[in-house]
């Protein structure tokens, strides 16, 4: 068991351009997280799916996209980066709804934009 | 409106000191959950407790115990005789029945640094 894996580890990319980091769990969790991390504002939501096919937005989900085609997978876009998006990006799963099932998250991704 | 608040940013004790993480929520609900992440300098978040809104006993294991009271809206975070690798940013988070479908709501954090 993997549990949630994350690609890339790293990324540097300059202002416009594009890219997709990939979030994968085997754990045939229902709900899917996309968080990023910046200092001194802890864990901040871009965009959840509570399921294969759906997606919605979280606490701040401008300048990203996402996309659930699998259950499995779980992907976050950035269309044209910017550096106020330099940030660790964590990605979590969890098997069903409301508090009863513990979130679990992957070893995060850092992107920085130059 | 759900929050969790960490007060403390930063906390630097020497090795084999107590320390108490404090942890205060708001939540409109009375079935909750409440839950302790840990983040080593390696970045990774790991996963600690658990803990419902109606089982108010205190929980320990090993040198980390946790307090719960209702009455403070409180979740307190205790590492006893603490050690260099106890050094890590330390999350609180809160899940309620209102937040359905969301996911956990965290405070900011609290960096601990255990000096040897």
């Known amino acids: 068991n993997a549990g949630v894996t994350q690609t890339p580890k790293f990324r540097v990319l300059k202002t416009g351009q594009s890219m997709t980091l990939l979030c994968a769990q085997d754990m045939n969790h229902e709900y899917m997280y996309w968080y990023r991390q910046d200092p001194g504002m802890g864990l901040r939501l871009i965009h959840y799916?509570?399921?294969?096919?759906?997606?919605a937005k979280g606490e701040v989900p401008d300048g990203y996209n996402v996309s659930r085609l699998k259950k499995q997978n779980f992907l976050l876009g950035l269309e044209s980066a910017a550096p106020s998006q330099t940030s660790v990006y964590f990605c979590?799963?969890?098997?069903?709804?409301?508090?009863?099932?513990?979130?679990?998250f992957g070893p995060g991704t850092r992107l920085t934009v130059l | 409106a759900q929050k969790v608040t960490q007060a403390q940013t930063e906390i630097s004790v020497v090795e084999k000191e107590d320390v108490t993480l404090d942890c205060v929520y708001e939540t409109r609900d009375t079935t909750y959950y409440l839950f302790w992440y840990k983040q080593p300098p390696s970045g990774e978040l790991v996963f600690l407790i658990r803990?419902?809104?109606?089982?108010?006993q205190n929980e320990i294991s090993g040198r980390y115990s946790w307090n719960f009271q209702k009455s403070t809206s409180s979740f307190n975070f205790t590492i006893t005789a603490s050690q260099v690798v106890d050094s890590a940013v330390y999350f609180c988070?809160?899940?309620?029945?209102?937040?359905?479908?969301?996911?956990?709501?965290f405070g900011k954090g609290t960096r601990l640094s255990v000096i040897a």
């Open positions: 988070a809160l899940s309620d029945v209102y937040s359905g479908n969301t996911p956990l709501v």
């Open positions: 979590a799963s969890r098997q069903g709804s409301g508090g009863t099932d513990t979130q679990y």
């Open positions: 803990r419902n809104s109606f089982d108010e």
């Open positions: 799916s509570v399921g294969e096919g759906t997606t």
